[in-house]
């Protein structure tokens, strides 16, 4: 029997009111309950929590906000929001009601891992509680990893995480990158730009701290129709004000964001 059935019996719920999926952060399980009453929200995590003795607490997750993505979490049942998950040999210690995680996005950080060079210099704009610069950090040999965080919470997170993982070759910087990158000219070999919306606006400052043959990888959101057309003009128009050359390398769709949205990637080389 399907989980969802299983939730539907003990809960007392109909499994057509039952939402089809559900993410789990180390202990912690999420769920999106828009159109149920609270009480049944409530009798969905007490079951839920029967059927996963491993789950210590339920969440509702409403929605993602602002500018530093911060999630409007509700919880339903349990004890602690802040857990520790494991992903790709990696811990990630995370509040959800603080700070999103998305497992969705696992297959490219570890896309990532195995085109990173001995001796690479490289900055993580967007680090986040370090999605991206962990598993780099912990599986290759790069010189320096730069993981600029804007959110206090989020960097907290992650020099804690650095700890966690014992990791001696990232530099934590809390502050805004768009700042950050003034004082690093042609300095990255591998940019990351995990971050959207409105990517686009951070392009200028990736390109200016790429040196000479430097990747780019470029993160964004973009309506099915506008794909690629849409993100490899902004992408020529950055690098023409720049004045400098570009190869693309990688077009990837990440996942879908929603109905008619997908989160894609760009991989591009800059030549200077």
């Known amino acids: 029997m399907a989980f969802k059935q299983k939730l539907a019996k003990v809960s007392g719920i109909k499994a057509t009111k039952l939402p089809s999926s559900y993410q789990i952060i180390g202990d912690v399980l999420l769920f999106k309950l828009p159109k149920l009453r609270q009480e049944q929200k409530e009798k969905i995590a007490a079951a839920t929590m029967t059927l996963l003795p491993y789950v210590k607490t339920v969440c509702e997750i409403k929605e993602i906000k602002g500018e530093l993505r911060e999630p409007e979490v509700v919880k339903l049942a349990g004890g602690k929001t802040e857990t520790v998950h494991k992903e790709n040999d990696i811990l990630y210690k995370i509040d959800v009601s603080q700070i999103m995680f998305s497992k969705g996005n696992l297959s490219e950080r570890k896309r990532l891992i195995p085109q990173v060079k001995e ?154």
């Open 119 to 272: 001796g690479e210099i490289i900055i993580d704009m967007f680090a986040g509680i370090g999605y991206f610069s962990l598993g780099i950090a912990k599986f290759t040999k790069a010189k320096e990893i730069m993981a600029i965080e804007k959110n206090p919470v989020a960097y907290n997170f992650l020099t804690d995480n650095i700890l966690l993982n014992k990791i001696n070759n990232i530099n934590a910087i809390q502050g805004d990158c768009k700042t950050f990158a003034m004082s690093f000219k042609d300095y990255a070999d591998r940019v990351i730009m995990g971050y959207f919306p409105g990517t686009e606006d951070f392009l200028d400052y990736a390109i200016f701290m790429a040196r000479n043959n430097c990747t780019i990888h470029f993160h964004n959101i973009y309506k099915i129709k506008d794909l690629w057309k849409k993100p490899l003009q902004q992408i020529e128009e950055a690098c023409k004000k720049a004045n400098v050359s570009y190869e693309i390398l990688v077009k990837k769709k990440v996942k879908s964001y929603s109905p008619s949205t997908w989160h894609v990637v760009i991989d591009f080389r800059v030549i200077k």
